[in-house]
């Protein structure tokens, strides 16, 4: 195998100093464009690539970043990914991604890992800090980190995220505009924020259509296929049951059709659903479904570039950011009775 250029090897071929070499390939003012630009064509001719590792321990950095999230096996953090790294790349950085699976363990190590220096920042995902730490006041000091799409209320940490209360009221009207008064829901893991925020725009729209919400219309899941299936079994073994389910995610909206089939009911013709995320399989689920888009990627790179203000220590209140949510109307509501 060839042994690799060094900074040495270019200053040589150049004939210029290493330390020279150095700045150039910095960018640094310090060299003149000519010999800046001849530099790296010497640096590009002998296949030169920097050592990252050496380079790190001199800025003191990991030059990586964790994206925390609670459950990967979910795609709906594919989209969320392909952003958060796209921003990353560009500065640098790479990205190092934790499955928290709502275990108390690991979400401690991943925060572990990240005060431990092994990474310089995180992207937060799972809507809750380790057990053991208390939210940060507003201007004090705390590792890098954005919470994105969840809530952590009184964190004092920057938030990317959009509107659930407004894009779960509408999602919910879309129901009542087709005639349903009958309408469920399936909430995601209470108290959660984001869970809870998603349950209030619901109960809005019910009540500024002048409808009640049954005893047990409510029922809990964890955004798992399972919970919603569980919770679409307990809707429906009460004596009064919907037309209507609006679930707190896609996954929960598969495992209630699920369901439903298994029960012998169609959707949309006995049965509405509406789910939330609007992930690659809901268009070729059967029938589509009709849920709330987030622009994923968007999300992902807004969050990536507010992470990246907060480890250059660019000193600022922390804020949230709202990125506008769309209901996408396909197949799986319809008027009550399928009219």
């Not at 640098?92 to 108390?104: K, P």
């Amino acid at each position: 195998m060839a042994s690799r250029a060094r900074i040495r090897d270019i200053a040589e071929r150049a004939g210029v100093s290493t330390a020279t070499v150095s700045r150039a390939l910095s960018d640094s003012s310090l060299v003149a464009k000519a010999t800046r630009d001849m530099i790296k064509k010497t640096a590009e001719a002998l296949d030169y690539r920097p050592n990252v590792t050496a380079r790190n321990l001199r800025i003191q950095r990991s030059m990586s970043v964790l994206l925390v999230v609670r459950d990967m096996s979910n795609p709906f953090y594919l989209e969320v990914f392909k952003g958060v790294e796209a921003t990353a790349r560009a500065a640098g950085y790479s990205v190092l991604m934790g499955n928290t699976e709502n275990d108390a363990e690991r979400e401690r190590d991943y925060f572990n890992m990240l005060q431990d220096g092994h990474a310089d920042g995180m992207i937060l995902m799972t809507g809750k800090l380790p057990a053991d730490n208390e939210p940060w006041e507003a201007g004090s000091p705390h590792p890098p980190i954005v919470v994105a799409l969840e809530m952590i209320e009184g964190a004092g940490l920057p938030h990317v995220q959009i509107d659930n209360v407004s894009a779960s009221r509408r999602a919910t009207e879309h129901l009542i505009e087709l005639g349903h008064t009958r309408i469920a829901h399936i909430a995601g893991p209470i108290p959660e924020q984001m869970s809870v925020r998603r349950r209030k725009g619901y109960r809005e729209a019910m009540k500024a259509a002048g409808l009640a919400i049954p005893k047990g219309f409510e029922v809990k899941g964890d955004f798992s296929l399972a919970s919603g299936r569980a919770a679409c079994k307990t809707l429906f073994s009460g004596a009064e049951t919907p037309t209507a389910i609006f679930c707190a995610n896609d996954e929960m909206a598969f495992g209630a059709i699920n369901e439903l089939r298994q029960m012998g009911r169609s959707v949309p013709e006995d049965v509405s659903v509406v789910g939330f995320d609007d992930i690659m399989f809901a268009e070729a689920f059967y029938p589509p479904l009709t849920t709330v888009s987030q622009p994923r990627a968007e999300i992902g790179a807004r969050a990536m570039a507010e992470l990246l203000t907060v480890m250059n220590g660019e000193a600022m209140p922390p804020r949230t950011i709202e990125v506008p949510a769309t209901l996408t109307i396909r197949g799986s509501t319809a008027a009550p009775g399928g009219a």
